[in-house]
Nanobody, 127 residues
C-alpha cells in the first residue's frame, strides 16, 4: 500500500521560498509518476508539477515555470518541490500524488488519473 507524507508548508511573505517534501513508502517508484497538485479555496485541484521517476522527465504548469523546481532523491524515496518567488496566488493546500506509468508525465493529467494521495500541506503567501 502506497503511503505519501507531505511536509514543508507554512506561511511566507511574497517573494519568499519554501521547499515541500513528499516521502513515499510501500512502493518502488521506478515506474511511477509523482505529481504535486494544489487546491485553493473554491477552486479545482490543479497539477503544478510532475516527475517521471525512471528518467527524471519533468513537467510544470505555465504559472510556475521558472519559479518552481521538482526533484527526487532515490535513496530517500522522496520528491521535493522547491518554490521560489512565491506569490499570493500560490496560496493553496499542496498535495503529492502517484500514478503507475512507464511514459513521461504531464501536468495535463487530471486528479482522477492518480491513484494515491498524501494528506496535503498548507502553503500561505501573505504579507
Amino acid at each position: 500500500q502506497v503511503q505519501l507524507v507531505e511536509s514543508g508548508g507554512g506561511l511566507v511573505q511574497p517573494g519568499g521560498s519554501l521547499r515541500l517534501s513528499c516521502a513515499a513508502s510501500g512502493v518502488t517508484l521506478a515506474y511511477y509518476h509523482i505529481a504535486w497538485f494544489r487546491q485553493a479555496p473554491g477552486k479545482e485541484r490543479e497539477a503544478v508539477s510532475c516527475i517521471q521517476w525512471r528518467n527524471g522527465n519533468q513537467g510544470y504548469r505555465d504559472s510556475v515555470k521558472g519559479r518552481f523546481t521538482i526533484s527526487r532523491d532515490n535513496a530517500k524515496n522522496t520528491v521535493y518541490l522547491q518554490m521560489n518567488s512565491l506569490k499570493p496566488e500560490d496560496t493553496a493546500v499542496y498535495y503529492c500524488a502517484t500514478r503507475r506509468s512507464a511514459f513521461d508525465c504531464s501536468v495535463t493529467f487530471l486528479p482522477g488519473q492518480y491513484d494515491s494521495w498524501g494528506q496535503g500541506t498548507q502553503v500561505t503567501v501573505s504579507s
